[in-house]
């Protein structure tokens, strides 16, 4: 009798987790590519394996509200060397990263204001020392537009002990890779992501931006498309085919390897993602960007407007 019993109870403890499998929603496997959307990560959000994380630039953003469970970078602080001018080294990036929770188990995502702006240069800084991250698509913006949730909890993670690699150098182009293309010894296609005015030489920064250079205008050779080209109206990257035609109009097909440059990083890391982790080109991002270029002594430079800094 009592096996009876037993095998009734068992019987009975299966038909019950086999209901209760039926009725909870499954977690659904991380997607493959470099984007998740809003809609998955709003119903994966409990997911322990994820690790989100904001990157803006605007102060007390994330405090004031930020996407459940996210950790937060503040890109020039933890993202750079506050010291000279360079990102973090490997010793100060494994810091963050292990603080962060990050291991080789958990998917990171990175999200932030400004069309994911300065999370795309979070991005960089990830890949160079050989994490791949995804970006939330559309960020900050888009996640608010859609009136999904937000909170103001700290999120408390257990610290990892990863270890990180040194910094890879083909994620990234110096100024003497750039000046390799202007002398024609590199065939590699130079992309300013600048605005139309910023690339003629018509301004000498974006409006607003504390970082200047004593000349205005473009690198020779550079072809100019713009970043916001690329995304559509609520911060989203637009469709890989509508993105393989926007550069292949403008000469630029992934044929010969790319260096992407803007003011001072930021908005060509955002091109850097497209291309390289969209796209599937072979793509370094010249960090050192406009404000290195266009305040070196004696370097050549294509400006069109006819601007002359300090004349009003």
Same mark, same amino acid.
């Given at each position: 009798?009592?096996?009876?019993?037993?095998?009734?109870?068992?019987?009975?403890?299966?038909? /019950?987790? @086999?209901? %209760?499998?039926? =009725?909870?929603?499954?977690?659904? !496997?991380? +997607?493959?590519?470099?984007?998740?959307?809003?809609?998955?990560?709003?119903?994966?959000?409990?997911?322990?394996?994820?690790?989100?994380?904001?990157?803006?630039?605007?102060?007390?953003?994330?405090?004031?509200?930020?996407?459940?469970?996210?950790?937060?970078?503040?890109?020039?602080?933890?993202?750079?060397?506050?010291?000279?001018?360079?990102?973090?080294?490997?010793?100060?990036?494994?810091?963050?990263?292990?603080?962060?929770?990050?291991?080789?188990?958990?998917?990171?995502?990175?999200?932030?204001?400004?069309?994911?702006?300065?999370?795309?240069?979070?991005?960089?800084?990830?890949?160079?020392?050989?994490?791949?991250?995804?970006?939330?698509?559309?960020?900050?913006?888009?996640?608010?537009?859609?009136?999904?949730? /937000?909170? @103001?909890? %700290?999120?408390? =993670?257990?610290?990892?002990?990863? !270890?990180? +690699?040194?910094?890879?150098?083909?994620?990234?182009?110096?100024?003497?890779?750039?000046?390799?293309?202007?002398?024609?010894?590199?065939?590699?296609?130079?992309?300013?992501?600048?605005?139309?005015?910023?690339?003629?030489?018509?301004?000498?920064?974006?409006?607003?931006?504390?970082?200047?250079?004593?000349?205005?205008?473009?690198?020779?050779?550079?072809?100019?498309?713009?970043?916001?080209?690329?995304?559509?109206?609520?911060?989203?990257?637009?469709?890989?085919?509508?993105?393989?035609?926007?550069?292949?109009?403008?000469?630029?097909?992934?044929?010969?390897?790319?260096?992407?440059?803007?003011?001072?990083?930021?908005?060509?890391?955002?091109?850097?993602?497209?291309?390289?982790?969209?796209?599937?080109?072979?793509?370094?991002?010249?960090?050192?960007?406009?404000?290195?270029?266009?305040?070196?002594?004696?370097?050549?430079?294509?400006?069109?407007?006819?601007?002359?800094?300090?004349?009003?």
């Amino acid at each position: 009798m009592k096996n009876v019993v037993s095998l009734v109870s068992s019987g009975a403890v299966a038909l /019950l987790l @086999t209901a %209760a499998a039926a =009725v909870l929603p499954a977690k659904a !496997e991380i +997607p493959a590519g470099p984007l998740v959307s809003t809609e998955w990560l709003d119903k994966n959000i409990d997911n322990p394996n994820l690790r989100l994380v904001e990157v803006s630039v605007e102060p007390g953003l994330f405090e004031r509200g930020h996407v459940p469970g996210a950790q937060n970078i503040v890109w020039h602080t933890d993202l750079v060397d506050t010291v000279r001018r360079d990102i973090a080294t490997q010793e100060q990036f494994q810091e963050l990263v292990r603080k962060l929770g990050i291991d080789d188990d958990k998917t990171v995502i990175l999200y932030g204001d400004n069309n994911n702006w300065f999370a795309a240069w979070g991005a960089w800084v990830f890949n160079t020392y050989g994490i791949d991250v995804k970006l939330l698509d559309g960020g900050r913006k888009k996640w608010e537009a859609e009136k999904r949730p /937000l909170s @103001t909890r %700290a999120t408390s =993670v257990a610290a990892s002990t990863i !270890e990180l +690699p040194e910094a890879n150098p083909k994620l990234r182009a110096r100024l003497s890779d750039v000046l390799e293309v202007v002398d024609g010894k590199d065939d590699a296609v130079l992309v300013d992501i600048r605005s139309a005015d910023e690339y003629s030489g018509k301004l000498f920064s974006a409006p607003g931006s504390a970082e200047l250079a004593v000349r205005a205008g473009h690198v020779p050779g550079a072809i100019n498309v713009t970043w916001s080209k690329a995304v559509a109206e609520d911060g989203s990257f637009k469709s890989p085919e509508d993105l393989k035609k926007l550069y292949s109009d403008a000469g630029i097909d992934g044929s010969k390897p790319i260096i992407v440059y803007c003011r001072i990083g930021e908005r060509s890391s955002h091109t850097w993602f497209l291309l390289s982790k969209i796209l599937g080109y072979d793509v370094r991002n010249y960090d050192g960007s406009w404000t290195e270029y266009g305040n070196t002594v004696g370097l050549p430079v294509v400006n069109q407007a006819g601007t002359v800094w300090g004349v009003k």
